[in-house]
Every structure is written in structure tokens, then in C-alpha cells.
């Protein structure tokens, strides 16, 4: 049997579970540069330390973030926190442009992506730099590039 609906009209949530936690100097949200250039760390379930396997340091890694902040917040645009067009980083002073075209944190879906420079991996543990994402950041997802 097939479901007429298309999938968005299906209204079923996808449920993800955190396979790590993000960890940092950075409790609070700030500029996306100033947090991609300080060290952070990675700490992954240790039950799922053997899929770490075949990454190494020095390579990059894509990781796939929740924005947990953001999703507990509404927004004054849209009673579920987020607008389709936005100006770029709050910037009034330029033009709006399509939250798909932006990497800003009120979207949709509040998923975060970032290609990080892997620093160093203990046990289940990793040390990068490029990251965007604030401590207590829900990993969802690391992807070799």
C-alpha cells in the first residue's frame, strides 16, 4: 500500500539519538569564526569508539550537529522559530536571502553541518578545530571527507 501524502505532509517526527557531546570555552553562542578557531573536543558514546576506526589526524571530518539552543527558542517571525528569508547573520544592512542559502542556526530543522580539521583521537575522543558548534552541541553524525 502506498501513502498518498507526500513526505512533508506526513507530519512524522524523525527522532535521532546524540552519538557525542561537543565540548568547549564557549557556553553561549558567538560569531561562527571565533569558535571555528579554538580547539574543541569531540566526545563520542564510547560504545561506538570502534566506528572511529580508519580516521586519522590531520585529515577532515564532517560533523553533523544539533543546534540545541536554537530549537528551545522561538522566534518574534515565525512561532516555530525560524523565517524563510533572513538577513544574512542578523544583518539589516544585508539584503535577506533564503534560509537555504544561509548557514544560520534557525532553520527548519535546526541541524548543523561543519568540515572540522581532526587534530588528534583518544580512545573516543576527538580534538578539532573548524568547528562551529558550542559546548553541550549534540553530535549527531561524523563523516569522513
Known sequence: MSDSAAPWERDKP???RAIGVVENDFDA???????AARESR???????????RGLESGQQIMVVFHFHLHSQ????????GYA????????????QRGVFA????????????????LLAIDCNVLRVRGLDAINGTPVLDLKAV
Open 42 to 52: 569531540i566526545v563520542l558514546d564510547p560504545a561506538l569508539t570502534a566506528g572511529l
Open 14 to 16: 524523525i527522532i535521532y
Open 73 to 80: 527558542r522561538h522566534s518574534l517571525h515565525d512561532a516555530s
Open 102 to 117: 544561509l548557514r544560520s542556526p534557525h532553520r527548519p530543522n535546526p541541524i548543523g553541518v561543519t568540515v572540522a580539521d
Open 29 to 35: 553562542p558567538a560569531k561562527p569564526e571565533e569558535i
Open 84 to 95: 524563510l528569508c533572513q538577513h544574512p547573520r542578523g544583518d539589516r544592512s544585508r539584503p
